[in-house]
């Protein structure tokens, strides 16, 4: 768990590039595709990783409305907007409204009650945990992936070497 802001920034950061990077190399016509009928699209998994900014954010105080709640899901350059607009805004918000002292402090979240800094950790998680479903939704697509904990196999054949097997 975190135990200072500046932490978290750094991490969300990363993490929030790490989106913006998997949503870039998808077009508007593969985000709607579906793999099978029991998987989201890429465009409703991007769309979910948007909202949740919104939905968490305002139940954890960080926003005032969840303004993104009845919104339905749109393109993909449009929810890559959207989603950097938010995620940049969740960082000030936690910069502005919470210090390192109140981390520790509980916060009324779907029922339970979760310290300031898990609601961070969990932000952090959800989002690395949809970017691998959708990763994997993309191979399954025949679209590239980026590397982002390490090189990915098309990273690997641009340094002249073999992906790990």
Do not use: C
């Not at 300031?116 to 952090?124: F, G, M, P, S």
Request: no cysteine; proline share 3%; aromatic share 10%.
């Amino acid at each position: 768990m975190y135990r200072s802001i500046d932490d978290f920034l750094t991490d969300w950061k990363y993490e929030t590039d790490s989106t913006l990077k998997v949503f870039a190399l998808i077009s508007d016509d593969k985000a709607k595709e579906k793999i099978s009928v029991n998987i989201r699209s890429l465009a409703t998994l991007g769309w979910h990783l948007t909202q949740t900014l919104t939905e968490m954010g305002t139940k954890a105080g960080l926003f005032d409305e969840d303004a993104l709640e009845h919104l339905p899901v749109s393109a993909m350059t449009e929810i890559a907007e959207t989603y950097r607009k938010y995620a940049e805004l969740i960082g000030k918000a936690v910069r502005s409204r919470w210090t390192d002292s109140s981390l520790p402090e509980l916060k009324d979240m779907y029922g339970d009650q979760w310290q300031k800094a898990q609601i961070l950790r969990i932000l952090i998680n959800h989002q690395a945990h949809h970017r691998g479903q959708m990763t994997t939704i993309m191979r399954m697509l025949e679209i590239s992936v980026p590397g982002l904990y390490g090189p990915s196999k098309e990273e690997w054949a641009e340094f002249g070497m073999a992906a790990p097997e």
